[in-house]
Nanobody, 123 residues
Framework: QVQLVESGGGSVQAGGSLRLSCAAS????????VGWFRQAPGKERLFVAG????????YYGDSVKGRFTVSGDNAENMVYLQMNSLKPEDTAVYYC????????????????WGQGTQVTVSS
């Protein structure tokens, strides 16, 4: 079992930055793929970015490429999402999720989920 806890959300103005953190307990992120997803009110939960730490692989959704950076620290059992040049359309609840095996954008393949953290970007 893996327990995930997100933190770092908040309210910022457009153009600002936030860094989200995802902490794992129960076991390490080693061998897992970790994805960041977001869900705006009334919309489906969408893939934002992901990382497989053991392979050094990252992947980004088109809407965040060049603005967001996903990284991780195996020793600290943490994954981060650095969000720069934020836009109002980035407003959502952000979730981290973990799965065994390959990194994927398919949310139904992720077994473990955090509770989410709210990000609000004002214009």
């Amino acid at each position: 079992q893996v327990q995930l806890v997100e933190s770092g959300g908040g309210s910022v103005q457009a153009g600002g930055s936030l860094r989200l953190s995802c902490a794992a307990s129960g076991r390490t992120f080693s061998g897992y793929s970790v994805g960041w997803f977001r869900q705006a009110p009334g919309k489906e939960r969408l893939f934002v970015a992901g990382i497989k730490l053991s392979a050094g692989i990252t992947y980004y959704g088109d809407s965040v490429k060049g603005r967001f950076t996903v990284s991780g620290d195996n020793a600290e059992n943490m994954v981060y999402l650095q969000m720069n040049s934020l836009k109002p359309e980035d407003t959502a609840v952000y979730y981290c999720a973990a799965k065994d095996g390959l990194l994927t954008v398919v949310k139904t393949q992720y077994k473990y989920w955090g509770q989410g953290t709210q990000v609000t970007v004002s214009s």
